[in-house]
């Protein structure tokens, strides 16, 4: 059985090889969180494909019937798809990790382990409904009959990308609310603002039509969005990819990851007081 040492002033040098030896303790809660999640509900986990189909059908209704709005040349509805499902991924992460501290105050209030083990094995959670979601878009593609470029390959890589784009504010939040727990409050306006100001139900090339590079990388300053058109360019296989807004958006991504895990580490020591 492997001993765990705790050495005073060592905590820093000896964190990052702490995540990888208490990894079992993560597989573990991720596990619980994952089977727990949908107990004692009439249709369990066929809520991870219905809210994301019902926020589809809705949207590729009002904004590409009604609306009219450019599909950028293949069926609205794939185009809504291939936008809401990793902004469900992201919401469901931001929402779930901002609570895994507080969810588990009496676990942090007794043991020692790196507590960055519990957003991020909340936003494991989110990954799970994620993959289940995808069942969305394979049923459209077959309703449409649209067949995939060689650009779904790369479809992978925009969702590792889409895990690091919510982890960083996921740990942001999840300090913000164990010391302020207004937050909790804030966390459901910021999910449901960012749906209307994110390229969900809309292509950002229509943006950029209209408002030219300025107007589109003014919108690149939302995280997600780089996330967003990266799945719409593996999944559309027709969507042009802005680069230089893309690179906006990574950059941003990586940025607000570092510094949701600088304040998580500086805040950490204080958690078990204060939660």
Partial sequence: MEKLIIEAGKSEAHYWRDLWRFRELFEVLAWRDI??????????????????????????????????????GVPYAILVCAG?????????????????LVGNANLISKIYFPRMILP???????????????????????????????????????TLLAFLTAAGP?????????????????????????LYISPVFYSTTAIQEKYGDMGRMIVALNPIVGV????????CGTTPLHWQSFATSIVLSMVMLFVGVWYFRRMEKTFADVI
């Fill in 84 to 100: 809401t499902l990793p902004w469900y991924f992201f919401s469901n992460a931001l929402s779930e990790s901002s609570a895994s």
């Fill in 120 to 158: 991020m094995s909340a936003v494991v959670v989110a990954f799970v409904d994620f993959a289940i979601s995808m069942l969305i878009l394979v049923g459209l593609m077959v309703w449409y009959q649209f067949l995939p470029t060689w650009r779904m390959l790369t479809l992978p890589i925009f």
């Fill in 228 to 235: 967003i058109d990266g799945y719409r360019w593996a999944i």
């Fill in 35 to 72: 089977s727990v999640r949908y107990k004692q509900t009439f249709i369990g986990a066929a809520w991870a494909v219905i809210r994301p189909l019902l926020t589809i059908l809705i949207g590729a209704g009002i904004f590409g019937r009604l609306a009219g709005l450019p599909s950028d």
């Fill in 170 to 194: 996921g740990l942001l939040f999840t300090a913000l609310n164990v010391k302020y727990r207004d937050f909790r409050y804030i966390i459901p306006f910021v999910v449901q603002f960012g």
